[in-house]
C-alpha cells in the first residue's frame, strides 16, 4: 500500500510539473522541499518548506505549494499554487516575483498576485496584479486599490 501511495505521489509530481502550466512538451521536472504531503481525499499534494520547482522553462521558489486535482486523478490537474508572500518565478529571459501565485490548467492562465515586480532586460514593471494567458502569450499588469501599473524601461 505504501509503495502504491509512493508511486501515485511521483506519477501525481511528473504529470502536474511536467503540464502544460510550465511548458508545451512534457519535459523533466525536479521539486525539492522539506516535506510533501499526499492527501487523496482533499485531492491535492502539498510541498512545504523552501520549495523549488526546476523545469527547463521556468524555476520556481515558494515556501509552500499546493497541487490541487480533480475525480480524474493526477491527470486531472486543476490548480497549482504556490504561497507564503515570497514567491519567485524565474525564466531565461525574466525574473517575476509577488506574495502568490495560481495556475488553472484548464484556461491556461497563471496569476501572480500581491507586490508584483517583473524584471527583464528592457526594465521592470511594478503592480499588483500579473496575469499571463499561455494559449496567448498575452501579460496583463493591474494594479488595486487606487494604485497604478508603473515602469521604467530603457531605451536602445
Known amino acids: 500500500?505504501?509503495?502504491?501511495?509512493q508511486a501515485r505521489l511521483i506519477a501525481l509530481t511528473t504529470l502536474l510539473l511536467a503540464s502544460p502550466?510550465?511548458?508545451l512538451a512534457q519535459n523533466r521536472v525536479e521539486i525539492t522541499a522539506d516535506q510533501t504531503v499526499m492527501n487523496d481525499s482533499a485531492r491535492e499534494v502539498t510541498f512545504t518548506g523552501d520549495v523549488i520547482v526546476i523545469h527547463p522553462n521556468v524555476t520556481v521558489w515558494a515556501p509552500k505549494v499546493v497541487a490541487s486535482y480533480g475525480e480524474g486523478g493526477t491527470t486531472d490537474i486543476k490548480t497549482f499554487v504556490a504561497t507564503g508572500g515570497n514567491v519567485r518565478l524565474k525564466t531565461d529571459e525574466q525574473d517575476a516575483t509577488g506574495e502568490h501565485a495560481v495556475y488553472t490548467p484548464g484556461d491556461q492562465l497563471l496569476r501572480l498576485t500581491g507586490?508584483?515586480?517583473?524584471?527583464?532586460?528592457s526594465g521592470t514593471v511594478n503592480a499588483t496584479e500579473l496575469v499571463v494567458n499561455l494559449a496567448t502569450n498575452?501579460?496583463?499588469?493591474?494594479?488595486?486599490?487606487?494604485?497604478?501599473?508603473?515602469?521604467?524601461?530603457?531605451?536602445?
Open 1 to 5: 500500500m505504501k509503495a502504491m501511495k
Open 138 to 156: 498575452v501579460s496583463t499588469f493591474t494594479s488595486g486599490g487606487g494604485g497604478r501599473v508603473t515602469g521604467v524601461f530603457t531605451s536602445q
Open 21 to 23: 502550466a510550465l511548458a
Open 115 to 121: 507586490n508584483v515586480v517583473v524584471n527583464n532586460a
